[in-house]
């Protein structure tokens, strides 16, 4: 009579994750092989006289050669795996020894598919494997921990989803760690992470986290984790990894193309940032200032006081801040002038105004310097936004201190070599303004346009929206 070996997979501990076709070959098993643990998952689907062979951990050898010394008695046998039984399951092992012992045709071997413990986690965090995905086992008994650690700097380079596999035991307690490690040197520190613990079970626990605040000594062997890829986000308490059907689809006009385009940038971004988790509206604001300059050092040198965006875009929803008022016009050119109607909010540069020229003259003074005088008497309460004159910003500063000028709110982000970095210093005092500056001898018009536009458009941040321009 000629044996039979079904290699399969029984799901991750749950009655209802085991296929049909499982079920129905347990049930017509003469001798179940299995870690014994596995057994009180498919006792109530045996057969009366069905043999039950248990082992014990890391005896899966053993396991595989009783499998096919009963199949060779011309038994029909089932070797059981939790999850799918191909995935760090018996499958491989039993292949391999049939191969290895040149077993001969008199048994036939086939293997049956189960919902495995990666996924199970992932249904139970909502869609975090939406996308391209790998799996790494941090188990070292059999790879060596080189190899590994190739094949986790692969998987973070390549922005991979990834789900992690015997991530920490007694003795393996510092792995889970070192990946944490290797991950935050290519993803961002906010990036989503999962993790399920005895998935499908009584004991049954999920947990969102990030992949800085993971903490590697909450994580047991019972735990599957889920890393995020750069585009994963959380809404609703569920992690999701787009496809991409909302960002690819056809766009009706060329602003929503745009806006696609903008979007897909934002979140490309938010994936490369290496510090964090920063506030959302610090947040909003690096991201349209490294939208801008594509320069990631913005992390480091871009400044908000703590909730400055979101208070001035509170002035400005509420009606009580109504002027930009710019250093040079390339600033204003660069404000959307959408959000500008939509807010009711005007943006102007005095440089063009012919005031300018005869008091700079009269006075010895720059004409940014005449401009800012002009507009502080006209304007006092009004949004100064500099991206280009250093003269211009000190002398705001002078004005502040002397009682004449008491601005919404101060963007700082002259660029250039003379008195550039002593401008923005002399600014950081004004402890009562809400300030953005970009520290050092970087800036531009073209900066300090987007943090005015990151300002404007704050309404959209929570949703990680590109500013609107209607």
Known sequence: MKGKITIAGIGPGSPGDITPDVLGAISQADAVVGYKYYFQFITHCLRPGCQCIDTGMKRERERAALALQLAHEGKTVVVISSGDA???????????????????????????????????AASLLGAPIGHDLCLISLSDL????????????????????????????????????????????????????????QAGRPEQHVELTTLAQLDPEQVDMFTVVIIGNSQTYVADGKMITPRGYYQ?????????????????????????LR???????????LLHAIHTTADFDME??????????????????????????????????????????????????????????????TEGITRTQAGIRLAVEEHPDALFAFGNAPTALMELCTLIRRGKAQPAGIIAAPVGFVHVRESKHMVKPFRQIPKLIVEGRKGGSNLAATLCNAILTYDDAEQLRPGRDL
């Open 142 to 197: 059999m790879t060596p921990w080189e190899l590994i650690e190739r094949r986790i700097k692969a998987a973070a380079v390549g922005d991979f989803v990834t789900a992690i596999y015997n991530p920490r035991s007694h003795d393996r307690y510092w792995q889970l760690g070192r990946l944490q490690e290797l991950f935050l040197a290519q993803r961002s520190p906010t990036t989503p992470v999962g993790c399920v613990r």
């Open 86 to 120: 191909g995935i760090y399951g018996m499958a491989p092992l039993i292949y391999e020894m049939m191969q290895q012992q040149q077993a001969d045709t008199d048994v036939e071997v086939s293997t049956l598919p189960g919902i495995s413990a990666f996924q199970k």
């Open 300 to 361: 480091r040198i871009l400044h908000t006081d703590p909730g400055a965006v979101e208070q001035l875009y509170n002035m400005v929803r509420d009606g009580k801040l109504k002027t930009i008022v710019t250093d040079v016009t390339m600033v204003v050119s660069g404000i959307r002038k959408g959000a500008l109607q939509r807010l009711g909010i005007e943006a102007t540069c005095y440089l063009s105004d012919p005031r300018v020229a005869e008091m700079a003259a």
């Open 248 to 272: 690819n689809e056809a766009a009706d006009t060329s602003l929503k193309a745009g806006q696609q385009i903008m979007m897909q940038s934002f979140r490309t971004i938010a994936g490369e």
């Open 275 to 285: 510090g964090g988790p920063y506030p959302q509206d610090h947040l909003w604001a």
